[in-house]
């Protein structure tokens, strides 16, 4: 099982010589590196083999690619030179996880997530097929003009052709080891991501926000295409495709409106240099107001957040705030932009609503861009706060461990981990590994776990690397796009407690795509009061003495049951409500002391 | 230039030791129905001769820009500019070695660097000998407004290098390939409009560029 190698630096040496020596001393100097003290620094390399450093995350099982996502050449090695059998995002429902690939995609059933089993593996030559799953509804992104309706891998040769299929697949997976095509959604940019959206009115449909970013096809290819300047009338640039699929026919699936968020946007004012470089932001252009040039003509991921009818666009040059009560006709609210930021890639939003992370894919994902010399507000997380409809920026985050030049490496995908009382959320970051990230402090975001292999290859780099980090009822689900499936568990640590993982574990979710955040519901737990008190006492938000009683005050409750344990927990909370108000953290102890009442009132 | 790309079997998935078929998307548009070996083979031939230009290309085109970004330190250049050099300068090396590995992958030709006088002219956006000349003179505010509006005028040539990719039949849909010119698309529209607000707000040079 050799890998295919090819080891000229020539060109690199060649370009080093030209400007590596020239670099401005004085601002590097002023902006922050990756650390080259860290566990993950020097890791040896291999496909199967790369050695592993971890912290506070255990590997709970790794399901390689099958054979056919695994490209041989003529004498056998692998070939792992490219992006055609790479793995892409996630999905999940009930207990299947689906996997998208720029060849298809699988589904698995993880009821044991120690031993995941392989269900289907599609073959349909789909770039860069990320998936989402609703119902029995699998939805798949295609984007580039070699997609084809028929899935085939030969590619089309004419510039309009009735064969291409840019846009969004749909199968019905009511049958999970054999999916059938049901739709398709032809759209004039073809999808390279895409977002379910919920009709708040109409349980019958579901909407999806197209997102693509590759050139216009011809309008003799699909109509209505129309590649002008997106201030154009009928520009095709400049907008977010809405598709409505009807669920009881998604045949009839089709794009319904082209949301036109971006035109007549004022530009921002120009920045200051980085570090500490801040956001400017200004009000959407008043109606009437002159039309300055339109920033970005595409969004690239949007996350949509139907519980608080916001989304966030990670668009070009901008991080975009819409508000999509009518999910038909998404409204532009606000937007930041950021000279560190190169490409805005995707968002995440704190439960609360109140905070968005929203991250740079500098270098696309294919270039390795955490090097000890790859300053750290590039290619990282930036918080942002929401309030009054306003972004307002805070610290960014990235990986803090230095990388190889053979590892690709940005901020990629994640979601939230719903710890109760914080605001947390895993993270892939390609060959970079899986980070756990605290950001409840916005100001002062903390690594609290990793999940880190060497490089697939030593001698060169290839694509390699975890594509998003999910977490979906009690573990985190990465997509290696080379490695296959990892399953990871949070272990206890400094940093979070077993009774604060146990409380992230009691919410269970049916359905889950990262795109379509849903809102954490925490049931009434033992445990979610045990996390808040665990909180309180890392925090000194109360006194220790009172953290200790409560904690046997709960513990004896446990043992009791019906109408005693219903006592014990109503006087708990009764004991525990008038402390709050000269406590160090009055908001926490609030939060307990509902814990406390809604596990009295639990059955 | 009409070659089928990745002779890979449709119909024949495998998994886990079980064999299934699956008849995919339209198994019969595709003509593909026979059972096949059941390993993924490696494409022979993935490209067509615009995305081979349009990588060799490229690396001249980038190098043109890490030679400009070199010159931000020594030439007085705003500290801005200099930010705005050295991440042009990280960006574009890494993607000539990304662009090296994609074409050494296929065993095709890796344009030298610094053999590349008599094809730069040729590539979209490059600037003239007389234009990077003039960049080298220049020092302080002038050099960061030549700097922008030459980098602007580059980056404009690679969309449109990008643009002539996807409009050559089959171009650009090797899914590496695909991906990379995409990025490359999407990355500089966007630093192309911060930079037109930074040159926006430089002062209005003494007199007119020539």
């Known amino acids: 099982?050799?890998?295919?190698?090819?080891?000229?630096?020539?060109?690199?040496?060649?370009?080093?010589?030209?400007?590596?020596?020239?670099?401005?001393?004085?601002?590097?100097?002023?902006?922050?590196?990756?650390?080259?003290?860290?566990?993950?620094?020097?890791?040896?390399?291999?496909?199967?083999?790369?050695?592993?450093?971890?912290?506070?995350?255990?590997?709970?099982?790794?399901?390689?690619?099958?054979?056919?996502?695994?490209?041989?050449?003529?004498?056998?090695?692998?070939?792992?030179?490219?992006?055609?059998?790479?793995?892409?995002?996630?999905?999940?429902?009930?207990?299947?996880?689906?996997?998208?690939?720029?060849?298809?995609?699988?589904?698995?059933?993880?009821?044991?997530?120690?031993?995941?089993?392989?269900?289907?593996?599609?073959?349909?030559?789909?770039?860069?097929?990320?998936?989402?799953?609703?119902?029995?509804?699998?939805?798949?992104?295609?984007?580039?003009?070699?997609?084809?309706?028929?899935?085939?891998?030969?590619?089309?040769?004419?510039?309009?052709?009735?064969?291409?299929?840019?846009?969004?697949?749909?199968?019905?997976?009511?049958?999970?080891?054999?999916?059938?095509?049901?739709?398709?959604?032809?759209?004039?940019?073809?999808?390279?991501?895409?977002?379910?959206?919920?009709?708040?009115?109409?349980?019958?449909?579901?909407?999806?926000?197209?997102?693509?970013?590759?050139?216009?096809?011809?309008?003799?290819?699909?109509?209505?295409?129309?590649?002008?300047?997106?201030?154009?009338?009928?520009?095709?640039?400049?907008?977010?495709?809405?598709?409505?699929?009807?669920?009881?026919?998604?045949?009839?699936?089709?794009?319904?409106?082209?949301?036109?968020?971006?035109?007549?946007?004022?530009?921002?004012?120009?920045?200051?240099?980085?570090?500490?470089?801040?956001?400017?932001?200004?009000?959407?252009?008043?109606?009437?107001?002159?039309?300055?040039?339109?920033?970005?003509?595409?969004?690239?991921?949007?996350?949509?957040?139907?519980?608080?009818?916001?989304?966030?666009?990670?668009?070009?040059?901008?991080?975009?705030?819409?508000?999509?009560?009518?999910?038909v006709n998404p409204r532009r609210i606000d937007f930041a932009a950021d000279t560190n930021f190169a490409f805005w890639h995707s968002a995440t939003f704190s439960n609360d609503g109140s905070k968005v992370v929203f991250t740079d894919e500098w270098g696309g994902g294919t270039q390795p861009r955490c090097r000890v010399t790859d300053p750290l507000p590039w290619g990282a997380d930036a918080i942002f706060t929401i309030a009054d409809n306003q972004l307002t920026q805070h610290a960014y985050y990235k990986l803090p461990a230095a990388q190889t030049p053979q590892e690709n490496c940005v901020a990629h995908n994640g979601s939230l981990i719903p710890i109760p009382g914080r605001d947390v959320m895993a993270q892939g970051w390609y060959q970079g590994g899986v980070s756990v990230m605290d950001f409840t402090?916005?100001?002062?975001?903390?690594?609290?776990?990793?999940?880190?292999?060497?490089?697939?290859?030593?001698?060169?780099?290839?694509?390699?690397?975890?594509?998003?980090?999910?977490?979906?009822?009690?573990?985190?689900?990465?997509?290696?796009?080379?490695?296959?499936?990892?399953?990871?568990?949070?272990?206890?640590?400094?940093?979070?407690?077993?009774?604060?993982?146990?409380?992230?574990?009691?919410?269970?979710?049916?359905?889950?795509?990262?795109?379509?955040?849903?809102?954490?519901?925490?049931?009434?737990?033992f445990s979610l009061s045990r996390a808040y008190l665990d909180q309180l006492e890392r925090g000194q938000g109360l006194a220790a003495d009172r953290i200790a009683q409560a904690r046997r005050d709960l513990d004896a409750a446990e043992r009791l049951s019906g109408a005693q344990r219903q006592q014990a927990l109503t006087r708990l909370a009764s004991t525990l409500e008038p402390l709050a108000a000269n406590a160090a953290d009055a908001a926490r102890v609030r939060l307990l002391v509902q814990s406390v009442r809604d596990l009295a009132a639990a059955r | 230039?009409?070659?089928?790309?990745?002779?890979?079997?449709?119909?024949?998935?495998?998994?886990?030791?079980?064999?299934?078929?699956?008849?995919?998307?339209?198994?019969?548009?595709?003509?593909?129905?026979?059972?096949?070996?059941?390993?993924?083979?490696?494409?022979?031939?993935?490209?067509?001769?615009?995305?081979v230009q349009f990588m060799q290309g490229m690396i001249h085109h980038h190098q043109q820009a890490v030679v400009m970004a070199a010159m931000a330190p020594t030439h007085g250049a705003s500290e801005r500019i200099q930010l705005l050099a050295k991440k042009i300068d990280l960006s574009q090396r890494d993607e000539m070695a990304f662009m090296q590995r994609w074409l050494e992958d296929r065993g095709l030709p890796v344009p030298e660097v610094g053999a590349h006088d008599h094809v730069m002219m040729h590539m979209p956006g490059m600037l003239t000998p007389e234009q990077m000349q003039q960049l080298d003179q220049a020092r302080g505010a002038e050099f960061d407004r030549l700097f922008l509006a030459g980098m602007i005028q580059h980056h404009q040539g690679a969309l449109t290098m990008v643009k002539e990719l996807f409009a050559a039949p089959g171009g650009g849909q090797e899914p590496t390939l695909f991906d990379f010119a995409a990025g490359v698309d999407a990355d500089q529209r966007a630093e192309i409009e911060r930079m037109q607000q930074m040159l926006n707000a430089l002062p209005t040079p003494r007199s007119p560029a020539p």
Request: proline share 9%.
């Open chain 1, 1 to 327: 099982m050799s890998l295919r190698s090819s080891g000229r630096v020539r060109m690199l040496a060649a370009i080093a010589s030209l400007a590596l020596g020239s670099v401005p001393t004085a601002l590097v100097a002023q902006l922050p590196l990756p650390t080259t003290n860290d566990p993950r620094v020097g890791l040896g390399a291999g496909l199967t083999d790369a050695e592993v450093a971890a912290k506070n995350l255990r590997l709970v099982s790794n399901s390689p690619k099958p054979d056919i996502y695994m490209p041989r050449d003529s004498a056998g090695n692998l070939d792992l030179g490219g992006l055609t059998y790479a793995n892409s995002d996630l999905a999940f429902r009930g207990n299947y996880v689906f996997q998208g690939n720029f060849s298809g995609f699988q589904i698995w059933d993880v009821s044991d997530p120690r031993k995941p089993v392989r269900k289907v593996a599609y073959l349909c030559a789909t770039g860069q097929g990320d998936p989402s799953i609703h119902g029995n509804l699998l939805f798949i992104s295609a984007e580039g003009p070699g997609n084809r309706i028929d899935c085939g891998t030969q590619g089309v040769q004419d510039t309009v052709s009735e064969e291409r299929f840019r846009g969004v697949r749909i199968f019905d997976v009511s049958d999970v080891a054999n999916p059938k095509p049901v739709g398709w959604i032809q759209s004039c940019r073809g999808s390279h991501t895409h977002t379910l959206v919920p009709d708040p009115r109409d349980s019958s449909v579901i909407y999806v926000y197209i997102s693509g970013s590759a050139g216009i096809r011809s309008g003799q290819e699909l109509e209505g295409c129309l590649d002008v300047p997106p201030d154009s009338a009928g520009s095709s640039r400049g907008r977010i495709d809405v598709a409505r699929v009807p669920l009881d026919n998604p045949a009839e699936a089709r794009v319904v409106n082209g949301a036109r968020i971006f035109p007549a946007q004022p530009r921002p004012a120009s920045h200051g240099a980085a570090p500490g470089d801040t956001t400017q932001r200004r009000r959407p252009a008043a109606a009437g107001a002159p039309r300055e040039r339109p920033g970005p003509d595409q969004c690239h991921d949007i996350t949509v957040y139907p519980a608080i009818d916001r989304a966030g666009g990670a668009c070009g040059g901008y991080g975009i705030l819409l508000d999509i009560s009518d999910p």
């Open chain 1, 441 to 525: 402090d916005p100001n002062h975001p903390v690594e609290i776990a990793y999940f880190d292999r060497g490089p697939v290859d030593s001698t060169r780099m290839y694509i390699a690397g975890s594509w998003g980090a999910y977490w979906y009822n009690g573990y985190i689900y990465s997509s290696a796009i080379a490695r296959g499936l990892d399953i990871l568990e949070l272990t206890p640590s400094e940093f979070l407690t077993q009774n604060e993982i146990d409380a992230a574990r009691s919410v269970v979710l049916a359905e889950f795509n990262p795109q379509s955040q849903p809102r954490f519901v925490w049931p009434a737990t």
């Open chain 2, 1 to 51: 230039m009409m070659r089928p790309r990745f002779p890979t079997p449709l119909s024949v998935l495998v998994m886990a030791g079980t064999l299934t078929t699956v008849a995919p998307a339209c198994a019969q548009t595709a003509g593909s129905s026979a059972a096949r070996p059941a390993t993924a083979s490696a494409p022979a031939k993935d490209y067509v001769p615009a995305d």
